[in-house]
């Protein structure tokens, strides 16, 4: 099996976890496992399909995918109540999909239109956007709004395997560099709080004063 296979189907299983980690949490039977694992694992992958227009969608034409969502859904419904430390597992299960996730949508992006600034994109919306869907639907606080680097972290891992292809390396050493880069990034803001820097508000200028310098 192709590196980049490995990574898709890693991104997938890993993100389907944490959206069935994030059912746990509500308390939902197993349907409710069974559709925010499903959401989470193939919606940044199908968001990059439908940009880079390839349908049908990577799911459709492999139902294998859904077949590993819908089994990694069953198995956290089962076992979920043993992990005491259930977020935590998540946050870090979700750092691990980000980091395979922004690797394989670069890889696509890349392999459809040749263009770097698409790869960075398509990597960074892959890794990102299942996140974003599970929190919105399981109701959990978004990884957009997290202080932390996230985002960031699947553009430097994008970035990263872009950059190692154009400079010709194998696949296998691009996808490695995108991947560690990605996961020591996103790892260390988990571990450490690394953040980048915010917009802090000034106060504005007053309106007469402008007038009275025109």
């Known amino acids: 099996m ?8 890693a991104g997938v299983v890993v ?6 980690l994030a059912a746990s949490r509500k308390q939902l039977d197993l349907i409710g496992f069974l559709f925010l694992a499903a959401i989470t694992g193939v919606g940044g992958g199908t968001l990059r399909d439908l940009l880079l227009d390839q349908v049908p969608v990577f799911w459709v034409v492999e139902p294998n995918y ?9 198995v956290v419904f089962f076992t979920a109540h043993l992990i005491e430390w259930r977020y935590r597992l998540l946050i870090w299960l979700d750092a691990i999909g980000l980091a ?7 890889a696509l992006g890349l392999a459809a239109t040749g263009s770097p600034t698409i790869a960075m994109v398509t990597g960074t919306l892959t890794a990102t956007c299942g996140g974003v869907l599970r929190d919105l639907l399981a109701e959990e606080p978004s990884v957009l709004l997290r202080p932390e680097i996230y985002i960031s972290a699947a553009l430097a891992g994008a970035g990263a ?4 292809d154009a400079l010709g390396f194998p696949a296998h050493v691009s996808s490695a560099a995108g991947f560690a880069v990605a996961l020591a990034l996103r790892g260390g803001a988990i571990h450490y709080g690394w953040t980048i820097p915010r917009y802090r508000p000034r106060p504005g200028r007053d309106p007469d004063d402008a007038l009275k310098k025109r």
């Open 15 to 20: 993100f389907a976890a944490t959206g069935a």
């Open 161 to 164: 395997f872009t950059a190692a």
């Open 66 to 74: 859904i077949v590993a969502c819908v089994a990694t859904g069953v």
């Open 2 to 9: 192709e590196v980049l296979t490995v990574l898709n189907y």
């Open 100 to 106: 395979a996730y922004c690797v394989m949508g670069a």
